[in-house]
């Protein structure tokens, strides 16, 4: 399977998670973020630096157990604006799904207020 194709997987998945609300998504939370956090290290598209910057922020929050669902909620707005942004930069289904991620990171953000 291409790169191209395994991200396409990766971001259904993604979305796949978040679709079930938070309680659902966090159960899977942690591997999902870090092989987004290995995806995108690989990356040659600088604009995802801040993305991959965030993702290890909401990987340390995730560690507690008790995250601070103020942290929690910015470090999700933060990461639904950093993908939006991505998915100007993207292609073909990708630039989609990447929207799709964008606002259901920013919805997730949202519930956490």
């Not at 909401?58 to 008790?66: E, N, T």
């Not at 604006?81 to 929207?99: F, I, N, P, S």
């Amino acid at each position: 399977m291409s790169t191209s194709a395994n991200n396409l997987a990766h971001l259904d998945s993604t979305l796949n998670s978040l679709s079930g609300g938070l309680h659902e998504a966090r159960q899977c939370a942690t591997r999902s973020v870090n092989s987004w956090i290995d995806t995108l290290k690989v990356s040659a598209d600088a604009r995802l630096n801040g993305v991959a910057r965030e993702l290890e922020n909401l990987k340390d929050l995730l560690a507690s157990p008790m995250p601070d669902t103020t942290q929690l909620s910015q470090s999700l707005t933060k990461l639904g604006e950093h993908t939006t942004k991505a998915a100007a930069g993207a292609d073909g289904a990708t630039t989609d799904k990447l929207q799709q991620l964008g606002q259901m990171l920013s919805s997730a953000a949202s519930q956490l207020k």
